[in-house]
């Protein structure tokens, strides 16, 4: 993920100011399936809620690392992970705001929202998003194993697999009025390491 999503019918990249209210969310048909499970939560220290085990990469505008729930039943409620184990692992992607451009974090709020939106099995999945000190934190679904480039060559049967996974999400998404922009062996990633995973997720 980073600045590959946007509405397809919009002349304008970003989308205009999220609702606050309930009524307002109501009012402009911002309240969806996953409107509980994706959270904006600001001024909160992301790491009092999430242990990092490992860097997993790292780049110009941030990184990207392993990390897993605490638990914690006295945390606010508004902090509290959708997942209740903590044995739950997830990738906890860092962005600066003082290394990109105003037209750059303009674009990433823009995609956040479309994002939060997204209901797919074949979609990486976001589920918080936390925001402080210059910085935004974004929670999402962990895929250990690797991207396309992960297991070539493929068999006729295994690419056959792989895009109708990939077709489908597709064909959601422009139902959805958005397009990716960046489809790529990089953005297409497996769940696990197994080899018999057939789960696949597009970044």
Same mark, same amino acid.
């Given at each position: *993920?980073?600045?590959?999503?946007?509405?397809?019918?919009?002349?304008?990249?970003?989308?205009?100011?999220?609702?606050?209210?309930?009524?307002?969310?109501?009012?402009?048909?911002?309240?969806?399936?996953?409107?509980?499970?994706?959270?904006?939560?600001?001024?909160?220290?992301?790491?009092?809620?999430?242990?990092?085990?490992?860097?997993?990469?790292?780049?110009?505008?941030?990184?990207?690392?392993?990390?897993?729930?605490?638990?914690?039943?006295?945390?606010?409620?508004?902090?509290?992970?959708?997942?209740?184990?903590?044995?739950?692992?997830?990738?906890?992607?860092?962005? *600066?705001?003082?290394?990109?451009?105003?037209?750059?974090? =303009?674009?990433?709020?823009?995609?956040? =929202?479309?994002?939060?939106?997204?209901?797919?099995?074949?979609?990486?999945?976001?589920?918080?998003?936390?925001?402080?000190?210059?910085?935004?934190?974004?929670? *999402?679904?962990?895929?250990?194993?690797?991207?396309?480039?992960?297991?070539?060559?493929?068999?006729?049967?295994?690419?056959?697999?792989?895009?109708?996974?990939?077709?489908?999400?597709?064909?959601?998404?422009?139902?959805?009025?958005?397009?990716?922009? =960046?489809?790529?062996?990089?953005?297409?990633?497996?769940?696990?390491?197994?080899? =018999?995973?057939?789960?696949?997720?597009?970044?």
């Amino acid at each position: *993920m980073g600045t590959i999503l946007s509405k397809c019918k919009s002349k304008e990249s970003v989308i205009p100011a999220t609702p606050t209210t309930y009524e307002e969310k109501v009012a402009s048909n911002e309240l969806g399936i996953r409107e509980n499970i994706v959270r904006s939560i600001n001024g909160v220290n992301v790491f009092e809620h999430y242990d990092v085990i490992r860097v997993v990469g790292e780049g110009s505008m941030g990184s990207i690392s392993e990390v897993r729930r605490r638990v914690d039943k006295h945390a606010p409620a508004q902090v509290r992970s959708p997942k209740s184990s903590n044995q739950e692992v997830f990738a906890l992607k860092q962005i *600066m705001l003082d290394r990109i451009s105003k037209e750059f974090l =303009d674009e990433l709020r823009n995609e956040i =929202d479309i994002l939060r939106k997204m209901d797919h099995p074949n979609i990486i999945k976001a589920y918080e998003t936390f925001e402080r000190k210059h910085k935004i934190f974004i929670v *999402m679904e962990y895929c250990s194993g690797g991207d396309l480039y992960a297991r070539t060559p493929y068999s006729e049967r295994e690419a056959a697999k792989i895009i109708v996974k990939l077709l489908s999400a597709i064909s959601y998404m422009h139902k959805s009025g958005v397009v990716h922009r =960046d489809l790529k062996f990089e953005n297409i990633m497996f769940e696990s390491k197994s080899p =018999d995973s057939v789960g696949l997720q597009l970044v």
